[in-house]
C-alpha cells in the first residue's frame, strides 16, 4: 500500500511541476545577458559543426564546460532555435530535481508526507521556479549535486548497495564537473567527509567502491578537459582554470555582494514563500541533530555547510552561486513543518505564521492595484493585474478558512501557490516589460526597417542578445571602458576617440544603446555625423548614425 502510495506522490510531482516549469517557456523571449549568452553558444557551435568546442562571437570561448551546450544543441536541433527549446531541459532537470528529492527525502526520513511535502516547499519556492525555467547552468549543477549526495547517502545507509551508490555519485558528480567546474567534486565530497568525520566513520570511502568511484570519475570528466588543452593549451586554461575559476575566488565581480550575510539572507528570500518556516527549520533544528540514530540531519547540515563554506570564502559573490543549499533546506524545512504539525505542544507557532503568510498575501493585491495606476504605461494589458489580485485574493481568502477550519496541513499547501499565481498572469501582462529585459523587439525592428551590412554598435548588456537575435556582426560601446568578466572577441570602444574613429570607418552605422550611451553618441558625433534616434524600445535606444 506504502508503495502504491509513493507511486502516486511521484505521479503526482512530475505532473505537477512539469506543467509548471514547462508551460509558457516560449512567452518571454530570451532576456540578456545571460540566457542568450547560453544560446549564442549553442547556436553558434551549430554553425561551426561542433560538439566539443563552446564558440561565442566566432571565437572558442571557455567561460563554462561542455554539458549545457551539448544539452542546448540537442534541444535546438529537435525544437529548432527558440525560447521554449532553450528552457526545455533546465525544465527537465527542474523536474528531475523535484524527484531525486522526494527519493533522498523518502530514504532519509522513512516519512512519506514529510518528503512529499519537502517536494513541494523546493518546487514552488520563487528561485527553484525561476531558474528551472531560464537558461543558466545552475539548474543542471544543483540537481547534479542533489543527485551525488543522494546516492551516496543511498550507498552509505544501503552498504550491500555500496558499489552502485557510489558509482552513480561519482557520474553526477563527474557531470557536475562538466557543467561547471571543479566545483562540480569539491561541494559533494567537502559534505561527505565533513559528515563522515562527524560520524567517525571515514573507514566507508577506505575500499574497493570507492577506488572503482574514482576510475569512473575520471572516465567522466577527462576526455572533455584533456581534448581542450591538447587543442587550445594555455588558452585553455588560462580562460577556464585562471579567469572564471581561480580568479573569481580571490576577486569579487560584485563588490556591493562580498559581505557575510549575502548568502544567508539569499537563502531565505529565495525560498518564498517558505521562509517564515525556512527560519523556524533552523531554530529547531538542534531537535533533529539531536536524535543521534538518525544520520539525515547531520548529513543535510553538512551538506548545506559545504556550500556556504565554499561561496562564501569566495570574494565573487553571485545570487545563484547558493542555489545547491535550497534542496537540503527544503528537506528541513519539510521535515520541520511534519514535526510541528504532529506535535500539539507547538501548533500555535503554524497557527502565527499561516497567519503572518495570508495577511502577506492579502496585501499584495493591495499594492498591485496602486502600484498598476501609478506605473500604468508599463503595463501591457490591465485584465492581467486584475487577474492577479483576484487571485491573491481568493488564495488569502482560503488560506484563512482553512485556518478557521483548523485545516492546517490544507493551508501549508495552499502556500505553495503563492508563485505559480503569479506566474499564470504573465502571458497577460507581459507585452510592455519585455523590452526591458529581451533584445528580440529591437533586434527585429532593425532587421525590418534596416540594411544592416556591416558593425552594429550595442551597451555591453545588450550585445549579446543583439548577436543572437541578427546575426550581425556586433561591437561594444562602454564610456569608461569596462571590459566583461571574462573577456570577449569584439571590438570594445571604451572612449570618445575610438568611437569617433570606428564611426568614420563606416558610412552607416547602428546602434542599440542604452540611454546614457545614447547621449554619448550624440555628444561624440557633433557635426561630423547625422544622429538619428530611430526609435526606443524599452530601454534600448536604437540610432543611426550617418557619415556626413
Not at 523536474?95 to 523518502?106: A, D, E, Q
Not at 523546493?122 to 528561485?127: D, P, V, Y
Not at 487571485?391 to 490544507?410: E, N, Q, V
Not at 551597451?459 to 548577436?467: A, Y
Amino acid at each position: 500500500m506504502s508503495k502504491n502510495k509513493s507511486i502516486k506522490d511521484i505521479l503526482i510531482l512530475i505532473v505537477v511541476s512539469g506543467l509548471l516549469f514547462l508551460l509558457g517557456n516560449n512567452i518571454i523571449s530570451l532576456t540578456n545577458d545571460n540566457e542568450v549568452f547560453y544560446a549564442q553558444t549553442a547556436k553558434e557551435m551549430i554553425q561551426q559543426n561542433t560538439w566539443s568546442t563552446p564558440y561565442l562571437f566566432g571565437q572558442p570561448q571557455f567561460e563554462k564546460p561542455i554539458f549545457i551546450y551539448w544539452l542546448l544543441r540537442f534541444s535546438f536541433m529537435i525544437f529548432g532555435v527558440n525560447a521554449a527549446a532553450a528552457r526545455f531541459f533546465p525544465a527537465i532537470f527542474g523536474v528531475l530535481g523535484v524527484i531525486t528529492l522526494y527519493f533522498l527525502g523518502l530514504l532519509g526520513f522513512k516519512d512519506r508526507s514529510k518528503a512529499f511535502l519537502s517536494s513541494i516547499i523546493l518546487m514552488s519556492c520563487g528561485m527553484y521556479i525561476g531558474l528551472a525555467k531560464t537558461v543558466f547552468t545552475d539548474m543542471f549543477f544543483s540537481v547534479l549535486i542533489m543527485m551525488s549526495l543522494s546516492f551516496f547517502f543511498f550507498a552509505y545507509v544501503n552498504q550491500k548497495k555500496k558499489l552502485i551508490g557510489l558509482l552513480l555519485s561519482a557520474i553526477c558528480m563527474g557531470f557536475a564537473v562538466l557543467t561547471k567546474g571543479p566545483l562540480g567534486i569539491l561541494i559533494p565530497c567537502f559534505a561527505i567527509i565533513a559528515f563522515l568525520l562527524i560520524k567517525k566513520d571515514l573507514r566507508f570511502l577506505f575500499c574497493k567502491e570507492t577506488i572503482w568511484s574514482f576510475f569512473v570519475l575520471f572516465l567522466t570528466i577527462a576526455p572533455w578537459y584533456i581534448l581542450m588543452i591538447q587543442k587550445y593549451g594555455n588558452t585553455f586554461v588560462n580562460e577556464f582554470i585562471l579567469n572564471d575559476n581561480l580568479r573569481r575566488a580571490v576577486e569579487a565581480q560584485h563588490g556591493g555582494h562580498d559581505t557575510w550575510y549575502y548568502y544567508p539572507s539569499l537563502i531565505v528570500s529565495g525560498m518564498l514563500p517558505w521562509s517564515l518556516f525556512v527560519l523556524g527549520a533552523l531554530a529547531f533544528l538542534y531537535k533533529g541533530l539531536r536524535q543521534k540514530e538518525n544520520s539525515f540531519y547531520i548529513f543535510l547540515v553538512c551538506w548545506i555547510g559545504s556550500v556556504f563554506l565554499i561561496f562564501q570564502v569566495a570574494h565573487s559573490k553571485v545570487a545563484n552561486y547558493i542555489f545547491p543549499a535550497f534542496a537540503p533546506m527544503a528537506l528541513l524545512t519539510g521535515g520541520f513543518i511534519r514535526d510541528i504539525l504532529s506535535n500539539n505542544k507547538y501548533k500555535s507557532i503554524l497557527y502565527v505564521v499561516l497567519s503572518v503568510i495570508s495577511f502577506f498575501v492579502l496585501s499584495i493585491p493591495i499594492a498591485l492595484f496602486f502600484s498598476s495606476k501609478k506605473y500604468a504605461n508599463y503595463i501591457g494589458n490591465s485584465a492581467g493585474v486584475y487577474f492577479l489580485i483576484a487571485g491573491f485574493l481568493l488564495l488569502a481568502a482560503a488560506i484563512l478558512f482553512c485556518i478557521y477550519r483548523k485545516k492546517l496541513s490544507a493551508a501549508i499547501y495552499l502556500v505553495g501557490a503563492i508563485v505559480p499565481i503569479f506566474l499564470c498572469s504573465l502571458p497577460l501582462i507581459h507585452n510592455n516589460f519585455e523590452p526591458y529585459i529581451s533584445s528580440k523587439a529591437a533586434s527585429e525592428y532593425l532587421l525590418k526597417n534596416a540594411e544592416i551590412n556591416n558593425t552594429i554598435i550595442c551597451s555591453k548588456t545588450f550585445v549579446r542578445g543583439v548577436k543572437y537575435y541578427t546575426d550581425k556582426d556586433v561591437a561594444v560601446l562602454d564610456i569608461p571602458g569596462k571590459q566583461f568578466f571574462s573577456k570577449h572577441p569584439l571590438i570594445f570602444l571604451s572612449s570618445d576617440r575610438e568611437l569617433k574613429e570606428f564611426l568614420f570607418k563606416q558610412v552607416t552605422t547602428y546602434c542599440v544603446v542604452g540611454k546614457s550611451l545614447a547621449a554619448d553618441i550624440k555628444r561624440i558625433a557633433n557635426n561630423d555625423f547625422k544622429v538619428t534616434v530611430l526609435k526606443i524600445i524599452g530601454n534600448e535606444y536604437i540610432i543611426e548614425v550617418q557619415r556626413l
